[in-house]
């Protein structure tokens, strides 16, 4: 239950910590974008059951598939939706890490 827990802690920590970082003047407001990109995580819905600790979202949600991250890339080059792209690539990555994690 430690593993769960920890990654929707992370999906709040290392945005927030990007956002200081590259936004200092207005890391509050970059960082709600960050977190309101977790959105794309509706597509867990479609799923049967809707949460399985023991399922990798990377490849098996719509929004999760390699196009998608692919897309989330491409929106970091365009300045006005840079900091959504940041957030989807961050939410991305970290659940890649939930995935290997699984492993061990």
């Given at each position: 239950m430690i593993r769960p827990a920890l990654h929707i802690l992370?999906?709040?920590?290392?945005p927030a910590i990007v956002a200081r970082w590259a936004y200092k003047d207005r890391?509050?407001?970059?960082?709600?974008v960050m977190v309101l990109t977790m959105i794309v995580d509706l597509?867990?819905?479609?799923?049967?059951p809707i949460f399985s600790p023991d399922?990798?979202?990377?490849?098996f949600?719509?929004?999760?598939?390699w196009p998608a991250i692919f897309f989330y890339g491409l929106l970091t080059a365009i300045p006005a939706s840079r900091i959504a792209g940041i957030g989807l690539i961050i939410h991305m990555?970290?659940?890649?890490?939930?995935c290997i994690w699984m492993r061990f």
């Open positions: 992370l999906h709040f920590l290392v890391w509050k407001q970059a960082w709600a597509d867990h819905l479609w799923a049967t399922r990798c979202s990377i490849g949600h719509p929004l999760h598939t990555v970290l659940d890649a890490v939930d």
